[in-house]
Each structure stands twice: as structure tokens, then as C-alpha cells.
């Protein structure tokens, strides 16, 4: 155990989740101060009161890319087997018509080598004419030739139309998955983040643009696991702390909660970026922060869950919904044991914000009903609302990094990640990134 070096991590989020266990691992003494009363943070269940009933929900819908190979990595490393927590299956996306028809459907030929699975997967997928599939074709020609990069960034509608990648491409392949992916509308999507999730996903192993749905709750699948390892190692985790102050002192950092004050020699600030400007506010070095994080703009995500008699049951464990404000519909019974139980997705900014959560739920359900015809009316509904869900990741976006100009305070946290979207991806990869930051400028 290192005794000189005391860390703080403010946020018991993915992001400081994973800074912890790095941490924790390499003997370091961790302390993670959590403001809430679990962990998790964006990616956690939550208890939802149901008439009589407790009912264990996911705060949204999660799916995973076979290209976080950090996640991977790290529940790897504390012990968590992928086949006993996550489904993992080759790309299929399908896009289901309001007339009960797949209107769309492209599937990854995972026969093939890739690129050529992707490749042979557009060239046969179906609800395209042969002139969509070859103007998709030399899109994804391009992409290659070029690394999957652009000289300057821009909107990624513009991107798209000048590739000729628009109507029923953009409608059924690249709004949806770049909602999905970045949850920001293609009128403002970043090119540059959006390509670097496709160079991810689609170059490289063919795995890697799997889908990784989790097959058990999200606190299962990264808190519990994480925390458990973490007290293994050594670290403590204080619930309900919500840290209040942070200022520099002579010999490192002082935190303030409501009713305590402590020391530390190192501090990783991982929540979230609006709560990081708030921390670091009176810390005259860190303004460039401070201005950074105030000019974030946020997107909201909706999961709205229906409970349908538990025979219910859809063809596929997910699907996606062409013109209707739902846009994913993922069925918990089939992935997660859940029967009967529906979660749909809607994600970023639009109409549906204008609605009130029942009517939304309602107004969804006639949308399923028309896209299954077997879906009758919900038992019950749960709508989730998370309005600031993550930071709109537009173009040119200044981000601040995981250094700041303190040499012992580090950020983590989705935002930090600069060539991700915010994903359960990118706050680990930042969390695992300030471990090493701290553990490198132990050997200097
Ligand atoms: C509805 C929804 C659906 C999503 N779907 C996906 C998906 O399908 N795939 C995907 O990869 N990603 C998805 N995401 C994004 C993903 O959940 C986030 O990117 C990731 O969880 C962010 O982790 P984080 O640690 O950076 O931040 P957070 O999860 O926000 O963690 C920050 C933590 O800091 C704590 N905190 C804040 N202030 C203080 C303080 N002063 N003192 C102590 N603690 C404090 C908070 O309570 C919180 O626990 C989704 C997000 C939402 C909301």
C-alpha cells in the first residue's frame, strides 16, 4: 500500500468507478465520496414503487458496443464473465413499420471476414433500392479510404448529404444510429465524434460492432461488481457524501460535506460536467474548466417501460420504429427475464418533451400496437425522464481533458473523453485514464 499518496474520487459513476479500481488494484489508498445513496450514477437501477409492487428498473435502457473493449477489459479484470451478464449479438438493425411490416432490415454477414460482413450487409440488406445500397457502399468506401476522419468538423447532416446520404438512408440507417450513439439530433451531431464511434464499431475485428445488451440489471452489471472489488482492495466508499467544497491546501486537497472536512493528497473530480464547474469554481487555476463545462449544452433520454400480461413476447429482443416518436423498443423478457415487460426508447431533444409522461406512455403504446399488433394496452407504465442524459455532443465541441492545471487534480467523466460521445465507454476509458496519470507521476 502506497501511504504517502491519499485519493480522493468525488463521483461514484462509471467514471470514478473504474479510476477507483485501477486505483485500488496498484495498492493505492482510495476513498470515493458518492453524493447519493448509491452507486452508479447515470448507469444505475433504480427502485420504482408500482401499487404493491417494487419493481427493479434500469435508469434507461443500455446497450454496449463490442468496440468498448475498456469495459470489456475492465469487467474482465474484477472478475465479471461477459456470457453471464451481457447478450452478445452480431449487428442487426431493423426498423419496424407502423403497418406491422420490417420495413429495414441490415445484418452484419458474419460469415465473412470484415470488413466484408458490413460490406455484403449493405449490399443485401433490405428496404433499399440498388441505388441507396451503392451510394451507402461508396459512403462506406470513403470512410475507409480516409480513416474515418474529416479535415474540419461540422454537422453531421451536412457530412451526410454530401455524400449523397439522405432519405430513406438517413431516415432508417444513420439518424437513428447516430441518435443512439451520440443522442444528438443529426442537425447538430458532431462528423468527427460520430465517425470515430463507426471507425470503432466498424474497422477492425468484425466483434467489434456487436451489440452487448445486458442480460441483468445495470447496478448488477457495473456498480455491485466494481464496488465489491474496490473494498476488496482496500478502498472505502462513503454513500451520501456529497462533497460541498473542494480547495487546495498546502500539502494537497481539502473536501468538504455537509458535516466533515478531509484531506487528500490527490483528487479525481468525476461527476458530472455541470456538478465538476460548480466544485471547481473557486479554484482561480481551473477557470479554463469552469468556462469550458458552462458552455455545455445537454439532451434529454426517455425510456418509457410498459407492462404487458407476461406471455407477451416480441419476434426480436430489440427493434427499432420508423415514424413514431418511439424510435427502440427492447423486450426485457427476452433479454433480462423480465416477462412481459417492454422498454422504449426515445432519445435527444423533440416532441415528445411537450407531452405529458402519461400521455407520452399512451401515445407509445398505440405506436407498438400498430407496429405488433398483439400489443394490446400496458398493465402499467413507468416513464423515465432524464433531461440532461449527457452533454449534446456537437461539433467543435471544447472539452475539457483528464490533466488540469493542478498537477495532483485530475477530471474523469464521460464529457473528458474527447473522441467519445458520453457512453459508459468513454467514462471508463477516463476514469482508467486518471489512474494512470496519477500512477505515471509517481515514477517521475
Ligand atoms: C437514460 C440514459 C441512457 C443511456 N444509454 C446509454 C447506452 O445505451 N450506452 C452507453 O454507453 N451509454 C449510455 N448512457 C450514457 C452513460 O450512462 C453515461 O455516459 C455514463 O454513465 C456516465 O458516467 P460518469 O461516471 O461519467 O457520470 P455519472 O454517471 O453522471 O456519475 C457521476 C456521479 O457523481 C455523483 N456526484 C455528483 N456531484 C457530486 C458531489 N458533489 N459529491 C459526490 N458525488 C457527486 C453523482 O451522484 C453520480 O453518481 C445513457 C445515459 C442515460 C441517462
Redesign the pocket.
Known amino acids: 500500500m502506497n501511504t504517502n499518496q491519499q485519493i480522493a474520487i ?7 468507478l473504474s479510476a477507483a479500481a485501477t486505483l485500488a488494484e496498484q495498492g493505492y489508498s482510495v476513498t470515493v ?4 445513496s448509491q452507486l452508479g ?3 444505475r437501477t433504480v427502485v420504482v414503487q408500482n401499487n404493491d409492487l417494487m419493481q427493479l428498473l434500469d ?2 435502457q ?3 458496443l463490442g468496440a468498448y473493449h475498456a469495459t470489456c477489459a475492465l469487467l474482465k479484470k474484477i472478475g465479471v464473465h461477459e456470457n453471464n451478464v451481457m447478450r452478445r449479438q452480431s449487428m442487426h438493425i431493423r426498423m419496424q413499420s407502423n403497418s406491422a411490416r420490417v420495413r429495414f432490415s441490415l445484418k452484419s454477414m458474419n460469415f465473412l471476414p470484415a470488413p466484408l460482413n458490413l460490406l455484403f450487409g449493405f449490399l443485401f440488406c433490405k428496404g433499399l433500392s440498388l441505388g441507396e445500397r451503392i451510394d451507402a457502399l461508396k459512403f462506406m468506401r470513403h470512410l475507409r479510404q480516409s480513416h474515418y476522419e474529416i479535415i474540419s468538423d461540422r454537422p453531421l447532416i451536412e457530412f451526410l448529404n454530401s455524400h449523397r446520404q439522405s432519405g430513406k438512408l438517413l431516415d432508417y440507417l444513420w439518424e437513428p444510429l447516430c441518435l443512439a450513439a451520440l443522442n444528438t439530433p443529426v442537425s447538430k451531431a458532431s462528423t468527427r465524434i460520430f465517425l470515430n464511434v463507426l471507425k470503432d464499431s466498424f474497422s477492425g475485428k468484425k466483434g467489434n460492432s456487436d451489440l452487448l445488451i445486458p442480460t441483468v440489471d445495470l447496478s448488477q452489471l457495473l456498480s455491485h461488481p466494481l464496488s465489491n472489488y474496490i473494498r476488496a482492495k482496500g478502498g472505502i466508499i462513503k454513500l451520501n ?3 460541498r467544497a473542494l480547495e487546495q491546501t498546502n500539502t494537497g486537497f481539502s473536501l468538504e460535506t455537509r458535516h466533515e472536512k478531509f484531506n487528500f493528497s490527490h483528487v479525481i473530480v ?3 460536467p455541470a ?1 465538476a464547474g460548480d ?1 471547481l469554481a473557486h479554484i482561480p487555476q481551473l477557470k479554463l474548466v469552469l468556462e469550458r463545462t458552462k458552455h455545455f449544452d445537454y439532451q434529454p ?1 426517455y ?1 418509457i417501460y410498459l407492462q404487458y400480461p407476461s406471455d407477451t413476447r416480441l419476434p426480436h429482443a430489440m427493434a427499432g420504429l420508423d415514424n413514431s416518436l418511439a424510435q427502440w423498443v427492447f423486450d426485457r423478457g427476452i433479454i433480462y427475464n423480465q416477462k412481459g415487460l417492454l422498454a422504449v426508447v426515445i432519445s435527444a431533444e423533440g416532441k415528445h418533451q411537450k407531452l405529458k409522461q402519461d400521455d407520452l406512455a399512451l401515445r407509445v403504446a398505440k405506436e407498438l400496437n400498430r407496429a405488433f399488433p398483439h400489443l394490446t394496452k400496458p398493465l402499467w407504465h413507468k416513464v423515465i425522464a ?1 433531461k440532461r ?2 452533454f449534446a455532443c456537437t461539433p467543435n465541441l471544447a472539452r475539457p481533458g483528464n490533466k488540469t492545471a493542478l498537477p495532483n487534480l485530475f477530471l474523469a ?2 464529457y473528458t473523453y474527447q473522441d467519445y460521445p ?6 471508463i476509458r477516463s476514469g482508467i485514464k486518471c489512474a494512470e496519470l496519477i500512477s505515471k507521476s509517481r515514477l517521475n
Open positions: 468525488i463521483g461514484g459513476g462509471c467514471a470514478g465520496f458518492e453524493a447519493s450514477g447515470r448507469a435508469n434507461g443500455h446497450i454496449m457524501h456529497r462533497i468525476a461527476t458530472s456538478r466544485l433520454i425510456t432524464e442524459a449527457t467523466g464521460d458520453a457512453t459508459i465507454e468513454g467514462a
